[in-house]
């Protein structure tokens, strides 16, 4: 068994999409394919993100990081939110993103999340991250 | 979840009609020969997703568990073969229930069962259909089953319980609850098992051949029956679990997706009956037990004690979902049953820093409720430990005694295992030794042997 994460991307024509559909609508539609992964016993979080032009983008490519508001300039590949799943192999981490309730033009990226079992033990900032998951119940 | 944008064509038939019947569980690995790995592993992944909920349609349609099964399998055999020559389809579900479908008119028409389920199935069927959740074909001959999302969980319900029926024997209802719930291959529960595969299989054919004698009805069980029958699948996931998290015999101390696969069927006997407690106590002694394996095992695979064992490393996710399982469990206000008390011990040891600093008392208390609501000497041994813990070794040894006494845990090696741990502790090292040495002799398991050995030399 392993943690996947799907993260959602989408972009301009996503998000406009999703504009025009009802809340409730959309509502309805996350909420089953939610319910199937529930039912199936592989859900371990999901979150979903605010609106990206309330967002700001700091940017590296200085000396110094720069802050500007907003989304990208060109709205390619917006992180949009994830899923954290449970499953027994990759191939099933797929077969789930495959039916995303995705709106044309957005994509879904599937990465292991390696456990923390996976790092050196012997390694103090392993060690005192482990600490800071047992007292907070992290996941 | 509805197959209606995919024409649901399978490929050519891949060869002669092997029939139905014949039971020989063509799991995810049979036909391997002709299949490339990375197309098995696909078609073993939608298997995984769907296999439940594609047999349980199919029963449904059928009336006939037996049949579903056999045909569900033939699917999946033609998918191995398709799929990987002509790639996945657009609707996977729609494909595999299609040709199931087509498979079991096929039988149908064998057995000359020209009655209204055929009819049903070969889509003659316009009127009634709402009496049977099936609605009329499609106007354009899609030949697919109706897939009515609101009868899914009743579908998957019935066949929790029709797998884990009472007229099985406890192996069966094991075998053919992995095989048509979790969809796992014949070949996968051997090997999760320690048994031939030829073993297995021939469970699931006596099985399924002794589910259509005795003529069980695909159903949930009525009202009355309800909590008895549920008692039966919930024994069912506590053995794949145990299982698992200790394999009785052979080198492996974990086989962890074994244990894996009876939490996710606990997650999903939960979430389909969210009103009963034991399913929710049920995957609360599942989390909290499988939060602890990160730390059962050393660097060389070797055995590490509850007492020795690094708290930091256990999976507090999986500690936190089952606190939280068990927190539903005893607010449905019916109190704890055997699984819940279990969890609540299991809780006990997740909350505590050490096994000094845990709660022993509290964990006597649930040992003497678990007692009660569900006898048995391996309960007796645990509250033994557990008074050893918070009393003393000597109060601890006095049950361990009575236990003895009474023969009631005859050849296992859990009754000595225990008795040298508490005679090591009042220092009585010669008597202690040999009963370590015994319990070492009787152990199946070579990890668990190894601590009981090195315990023994370690008192010298």
């Known amino acids: ?139 | 979840m509805s197959p209606t944008d995919d024409d649901g064509l399978p490929g050519p038939d891949p060869g002669p009609d092997k029939g139905t019947g014949t039971g020989t569980g063509t799991g995810t690995g049979t036909d391997a020969a002709a299949v490339g790995e990375p197309a098995r592993r696909a078609v073993a992944a939608v298997w995984r997703i769907e296999s439940a909920r594609i047999v349980g349609a199919l029963a449904r349609y059928t009336g006939d568990f037996a049949l579903a099964e056999d045909v569900a399998q033939e699917a999946l055999a033609e998918a191995l073969v398709s799929w990987s020559r002509d790639g996945a389809p657009a609707n996977p579900v729609g494909w595999l229930l299609a040709t199931a479908r087509r498979r079991a008119i096929d039988a149908f028409r064998r057995r000359s069962a020209l009655d209204e389920r055929y009819a049903l199935l070969a889509g003659q069927l316009t009127e009634g259909g709402a009496v049977t959740g099936a609605a009329a074909p499609a106007a354009d001959g899609r030949d697919e089953l109706p897939w009515d999302p609101d009868r899914i969980d009743d579908d998957v319900l019935a066949l929790v319980f029709t797998a884990c029926h009472p007229v099985l024997a406890p192996e069966a209802r094991v075998a053919l609850t992995l095989r048509v719930v979790a969809g796992l291959s014949s070949e996968e529960i051997a090997r999760a098992f320690l048994v031939p595969v030829p073993t297995v299989q021939a469970r699931i054919t006596r099985a399924k051949k002794t589910i259509a004698a005795a003529r069980v009805p695909f159903a949930l069980p009525p009202a009355e029956e309800r909590r008895a029958r549920l008692g039966a699948v919930l024994s069912v996931l506590y053995v794949v679990f145990t299982e698992g998290a200790t394999a009785t015999a052979g080198t492996d101390l974990l086989r962890t997706d074994l244990a894996y696969e009876a939490v996710r069927l606990a997650r999903t006997l939960a979430a389909l009956l969210p009103d009963e407690p034991e399913p929710h106590g049920l995957l609360a002694l599942f989390e909290l037990t499988a939060a602890r394996f990160p730390a059962r095992t050393g660097p060389d695979g070797e055995a590490v004690l509850l007492e020795d064992q690094d708290r930091t490393r256990w999976d507090h996710g999986a500690t936190r979902r089952g606190l939280a399982a068990l927190g539903r469990a005893g607010a449905i206000g019916r109190g704890l049953g055997p699984y819940g008390l279990q969890a609540a011990i299991a809780a006990c040891h997740a909350g505590a820093p050490s096994v000094a600093e845990t709660d022993w008392e509290r964990i006597v208390l649930l040992y003497e409720a678990l007692g009660r609501v569900a006898p048995s000497p391996v309960v007796e041994l645990n509250r033994a430990v557990a008074v050893a813990m918070a009393s003393g070794p000597a109060d601890g040894l006095a049950i361990v005694d009575d236990l003895l006494a009474t023969d009631r845990l005859p050849g296992s090696h859990l009754l000595p295992g225990v008795r040298g741990e508490l005679l090591a502790r009042l220092g009585r090292t010669a008597e202690a030794r040999a009963e370590l040495e015994l319990a070492a002799r009787r152990c199946r398991n070579a990890r668990e042997r190894a601590v009981l050995l090195r315990k023994a030399a370690a008192l010298d």
């Not at chain 1, 504009?19 to 409730?24: A, D, G, H, Q």
């Not at chain 1, 300039?73 to 039916?99: M, N, P, Q």
């Open chain 1, 1 to 139: 068994m392993a943690k996947y994460m799907l993260i959602m991307r989408a972009t301009d024509e996503t998000l406009a999409k999703m504009m025009e559909t009802p809340f409730e609508q959309m509502l309805e539609t996350v909420g089953r394919f939610n319910e199937e992964l529930i039912r199936a016993g592989v859900l371990i979080a999901a979150e979903g993100l605010d609106d990206p032009s309330q967002g700001v983008v700091v940017d590296f490519a200085g000396e110094q990081p720069v802050v500007t508001d907003g989304p990208y300039g060109e709205t390619k590949e917006l992180f949009g939110g994830f899923y954290l799943i449970d499953v027994a192999s990759k191939e099933e981490a797929v077969e789930w993103a495959k039916r995303l309730p995705a709106l044309p033009g957005s994509k879904c990226e599937v990465r292991r999340v390696p456990s923390i079992d996976e790092f050196p033990q012997d390694n103090e900032w392993v060690a005192l991250e482990r600490a800071w998951r047992e007292r907070t119940g992290q996941l």
